[in-house]
Nanobody, 115 residues
Framework: QVQLVESGGGLVQPGGSLRLSCVAS????????MGWYRQAPGAQRDLVAR???????NYVDSVKGRFIVSRDNAKNTVYLQMNSLKPEDTAVYYC?????????WGQGTQVTVSS
């Protein structure tokens, strides 16, 4: 049974940094493209970054140059390094495959950017 567990969120000031982690059960993160998604209050859940099994990355324009997605296959973990954070980055962050599978969603981790 696939399980994805996100962690690393918290409260940071604008311009600060956080690193999120997504631990995946089994080898799912090595087989599929993995994505980081976020959902702000009252908004839909959107993809912000993704990484392929071969390490190819893609980002939405709003986070390009600020966020870095990476993976550690030995730890079955996908990371999202978030730098120069802005208030509009505030959201619950989730990991999943890309395209996402509905039954793979975890609890998410809250990121709040505020002064």
């Amino acid at each position: 049974q696939v399980q994805l567990v996100e962690s690393g969120g918290g409260l940071v000031q604008p311009g600060g940094s956080l690193r999120l982690s997504c631990v995946a059960s089994g080898s799912i993160s090595r087989i599929y493209v993995m994505g980081w998604y976020r959902q702000a209050p009252g908004a839909q859940r959107d993809l912000v970054a993704r990484i392929s099994p071969t390490g190819i990355t893609n980002y939405v324009d709003s986070v390009k140059g600020r966020f870095i997605v990476s993976r550690d296959n030995a730890k079955n973990t996908v990371y999202l390094q978030m730098n120069s954070l802005k208030p509009e980055d505030t959201a619950v962050y989730y990991c999943n495959t890309f395209p996402p599978r509905p039954n793979y969603w975890g609890q998410g981790t809250q990121v709040t950017v505020s002064s």
